[in-house]
Nanobody, 116 residues
Framework: QVQLVESGGGLVQPGGSLRLSCAAS????????MNWYRQAPGKERELVAG????????SYADSVKGRFTISRDNGKKTVYLQMNSLKPEDTAVYYC?????????WGQGTQVTVSS
């Protein structure tokens, strides 16, 4: 059974930091590119950051470049999103995504709220 379980969300003040984790099971994690998406109320889901299967390459949305860092530990089957200098506009549900040529899996999401 494929599972992606996100954790680490919560309420943080502007300028603060959070670290999201996504623990994977039920598939060969090291064969999948991993992504973080987010969806704010009333908006479409958007790609925030991605990392290749071996972790050799990363990419970021312009809105988070220089503030967010995606990383992965294939031994722990976990992908992370370090979020620094958070802004109110970062408020959203954050989703973990695993993607291969044939399959596409999603987690249930974790809420991140940036507010004073």
């Amino acid at each position: 059974q494929v599972q992606l379980v996100e954790s680490g969300g919560g309420l943080v003040q502007p300028g603060g930091s959070l670290r999201l984790s996504c623990a994977a099971s039920g598939f060969t994690f090291s064969n999948y590119a991993m992504n973080w998406y987010r969806q704010a109320p009333g908006k479409e889901r958007e790609l925030v950051a991605g990392i290749t299967s071996a972790g050799g390459s990363t990419s970021y949305a312009d809105s988070v470049k220089g503030r967010f860092t995606i990383s992965r530990d294939n031994g722990k089957k976990t992908v992370y999103l370090q979020m620094n200098s958070l802004k109110p506009e970062d408020t959203a549900v954050y989703y973990c995504n695993a993607r291969s040529s044939y399959y596409n899996y999603w987690g249930q999401g974790t809420q991140v709220t940036v507010s004073s």
